[in-house]
């Protein structure tokens, strides 16, 4: 069984893009930029948007965070996207999710023009996803692949099966493993002899939110499981929808939690910003 280190793995492309970013200033006087917009005082919000400013400083790029009352309405959150849409050194617009209940995300995801959607939420970045034509991928299933690359992980011809079907990681998970000539199972509530089904799976991707979800018994000898869950169990410790303790002797390879698919968002994140700089560069 080998663990299957995401921090390793994260900071050899943030160290890509790093070296990438060096070269775009050097070349061209181009620097990346980032805006997070985040509405309220979601804790949880607090410490991604803080990682994100962290690695923006980290890759060179310039970062702005824009961190909005709870109180504000559609119209003022709507009014930010269109402005921050026509700032020019802004490459990526992020706007930090859930927002609160009385704001629609869905309207606020359609504002942000689809070449600085760089968390691949639009409607264009995700019909371009179906059709293996993207230029964003969204960062948790895009930072899962390189993950897979990185261990020389074969997809094709492989069962693999994704617990989990939201639009952020289930379905677009699914899309990638299919393009990758994975033959692909989407289970989710509503699926009959989920044990069974997940156990043919070469590869398991559990994204269901809920601690500790996938046991032993769902897990195939040898199998490849990767833990999109970010929990917290019975003690409030942080854990994965993965039984890792049970689960880890019946894997080839697993990721733990933390310290698996969590940093690997957040480098996907910065890999996509450097390639919306290049695109509205012509470059």
């Known amino acids: 069984m080998q663990i299957i280190d995401g921090k390793k793995v994260s900071a050899q492309v943030k ?78 617009i992020l706007v930090q999710l859930p927002l609160p209940k009385h704001l629609d995300d869905k309207a606020v995801i359609e504002a942000i023009s689809p070449l600085k959607d760089v ?9 371009k996803i179906m059709l293996g034509e993207y230029d964003f991928l969204p960062c948790t299933p895009a930072g899962v692949m390189e993950m897979l690359h990185y261990y020389n992980i074969e997809v094709s011809g ?11 990681v289930g379905k677009p998970m699914a899309m990638l493993l299919l393009h990758e000539n994975g033959t692909v199972t989407i289970c989710h509530s509503r699926t009959k002899n989920l044990a069974e089904v997940c156990s043919k799976a070469d590869i398991l991707v559990a ?5 500790k979800f996938v046991t032993a018994d769902m897990v195939k000898e040898g199998a490849v499981v990767i833990d999109v869950g970010m929990d917290r169990d019975e003690n409030g410790k942080l854990c994965g929808d993965v039984d890792f303790e049970n689960v880890k002797d019946k894997c080839s390879y697993i990721t733990p939690v933390p310290g698996g ?12 910003t450097i390639k919306a700089a290049k695109i509205q560069n012509n470059l």
């Open 207 to 211: 994204a269901v939110g809920r601690p």
């Open 119 to 127: 968390d691949a939420f639009h409607a264009v970045n995700v019909g």
């Open 261 to 272: 698919v969590g940093p690997m968002t957040i480098a996907t994140l910065m890999k996509n």
């Open 15 to 92: 160290q890509e893009v790093k070296n990438e970013t060096e070269l775009l200033k050097k070349e061209h006087s181009i620097t990346p930029g980032l805006a997070v917009v985040i509405v309220g005082d979601d804790p949880a919000s607090r410490v991604y948007v803080n990682n994100k400013k962290k690695a923006c400083e980290l890759v060179g790029f310039h970062s702005e965070e824009y961190a909005l009352p709870a109180e504000t309405t559609q119209e003022e959150l709507l009014s930010l996207v269109k402005e921050l849409n026509e700032k020019k050194d802004i490459n990526g």
């Open 158 to 168: 492989k069962n693999c099966v994704v617990i989990g079907r939201s639009n952020i």
